[in-house]
């Protein structure tokens, strides 16, 4: 039986990574499912935010890469309607999965080339029609959504949520009779056996944040949070500076700072390093504003840390694991109470938390049920 042929657009892949989430939803789902499916991807020649193309690559041709996928980097002159209707009408795909919802080149105009077609098309919205996301831009964003809709190239499309709370976003915005398929994210594949061990002792805390520094990751309000808290604490920031009037905020917050506070911005880490960046933490702490999965989130479970985050991601009842805490966001100081305890932690009863952790990354990771979903998803 021959493999079903797969067109995926999206702005960013490997070996890009700063983007994020996106791509490394795509990674894995590469890794889990190559042999079962046949992915071409049509993606930029350039990282998030980079001015120039990535060095070593073939641009504007199919190059095949180490999963058996054939990645079409495109240059900014080889980025027209033409080259994309091209590559739409290459052969008969048995589906083109469209990732996001807002770009010009792996969203929009896929959807407007395709519309009127029998083409089958699945959106994987990747949390951009969240609450959060939707409040910026939010007029301009009304207006592109309600264009997609009169012109026709919503109809026959099918969307993907990675979650419950997705599939109720799709429906508000895209319509009520929207067909939503809930197929959660998969993770990378299972490598380790047992937490990695990091020292604890009372009085101590180092805490990271692996994701941009944008206000949607609420890198100022995490920062905000540790201004009444004794001990020596450290909090490590990785990631790209997204909006720089934002940086400056978080940095006026950092010198306002008690001395016992320390907080340092690495800017990027390659995904290979992500999970020794972890490790090196006790707790993981990012209360972002939304977010449709967290790969970073389940990279710290997967490795043993806890995490302290909003109730706004799929990561919830986690204290009741004992794999961290998912607080509202309009309670500060119940993020300020969960610092201060986990300051005052020894090694004993941080173990618990370690442990906790672990094996709630572990029954995530085991994916041979998601990894059907999406079987059953593309061939369908």
């Known amino acids: 039986m021959p493999k079903p042929q797969v067109l995926v657009l999206i702005d960013w892949y490997k ?49 095949a890469q180490d999963k058996g996928e054939h990645v079409w980097y495109a240059s900014p002159e080889g980025r027209n309607a033409k080259q994309w209707k091209a590559l739409l009408n290459e052969r008969a795909w048995d589906v083109v999965y469209i990732n996001g919802m807002w770009s010009r080149w792996s ?73 939503v398929h809930l197929v959660p994210n998969l993770g990378r594949k299972l490598e380790r056996s047992a937490p990695l061990p990091i020292a604890k002792q009372p009085g101590e805390l180092r805490l990271v944040s692996v994701g941009r520094i944008a206000q949607e990751k609420n890198t100022l309000f995490a ?9 020596n604490i450290h909090f490590d920031l990785y990631g790209t500076v997204y909006d720089e009037t934002y940086w400056q905020r978080c940095q006026a917050a950092i010198a306002e700072l008690p001395p016992n506070v320390r907080v340092q911005w690495h800017g990027e880490v390659a995904p290979d390093q992500v999970p020794e960046v972890l490790a090196a933490a006790h707790v ?44 509202p966001l309009d309670r500060p100081e119940r993020f300020e109470e969960i610092l201060r305890g986990v300051v005052g932690m020894g090694e004993e009863d941080f173990a618990e938390w370690l442990h906790g952790a672990f094996a709630l990354g572990s029954r995530s990771l085991r994916a041979e049920d998601a990894k059907s979903q999406y079987l059953r998803l593309f061939r369908s």
């Open 15 to 63: 070996p890009h990574y700063k983007a994020g989430g996106p791509v490394r939803s795509l990674v894995n789902l590469v890794e889990h499912l190559h042999q079962e499916l046949d992915f071409h991807i049509l993606t930029g020649d350039r990282d998030y935010t980079a001015t120039a193309a990535s060095t070593g690559l073939l641009r504007d041709q199919w190059t």
């Open 223 to 231: 920062i905000e949070r540790l201004k009444g808290l004794t001990g």
């Open 284 to 327: 993981v702490f990012m209360p972002s504003v939304g977010e449709n999965f967290g790969h970073s989130m389940l990279e710290a479970l997967s490795v043993g840390r806890p995490l302290l985050i909003s109730d706004r991601t799929p990561w919830r009842e986690l204290e009741r694991q004992q794999a961290g805490w998912d607080i």
């Open 107 to 179: 969203s929009l105009l896929p959807l407007w080339l395709l519309r009127g077609t029998k083409q089958r098309r699945i959106v994987a919205v990747r949390g951009m029609l969240a609450s959060g996301v939707m409040q910026q831009k939010n007029a301009l964003k009304r207006a592109v959504l309600q264009v997609l809709r009169i012109s026709g190239c919503f109809k026959g499309v099918e969307f993907q949520a990675t979650n419950a709370e997705e599939v109720e976003d799709v429906k508000r915005w895209i319509g009520r009779d929207a067909v």
